[in-house]
């Protein structure tokens, strides 16, 4: 039986995680959650191989952007409802 982390599976993994990596910031145009989670399934699979910290300073950004992109939605109506 194969050990699984020879070196043929860490160069296929580095290899997804690079493509991932690419992909990050195409996230805001997935239309389902399955993709989603999909996606993310992927990603915390390789994720222990970035030694550089690419694919959290993505994120971060990303989260960024959506916090953004959610305080500009809000509606002061319906933040004076959720006091109530």
């Known amino acids: 039986m194969k050990n699984l982390r020879d070196s043929e599976t860490i160069g296929f993994d580095s290899a997804v995680l690079?493509?991932?990596?690419?992909?990050?910031?195409?996230?805001?145009?997935?239309?389902?959650?399955?993709?989603?989670?999909?996606?993310?399934?992927?990603?915390?699979?390789t994720i222990?191989?970035?030694?550089?910290?690419?694919?959290?300073s993505i994120c971060v950004d990303l989260l960024l952007e959506i916090a953004q992109e959610l305080n500009t939605r809000a509606n002061?109506?319906?933040?004076?409802?959720?006091t109530r």
Do not use: M
Not at 24 to 36: C, D, K, M, T
Not at 76 to 82: A, E, I, K, T
């Open 76 to 82: 002061p109506y319906h933040l004076l409802l959720h």
């Open 18 to 45: 690079r493509a991932l990596l690419e992909w990050l910031n195409l996230i805001p145009s997935i239309q389902s959650a399955g993709a989603l989670h999909c996606f993310l399934l992927l990603l915390t699979r």
């Open 48 to 56: 222990p191989l970035d030694v550089t910290g690419k694919a959290a």
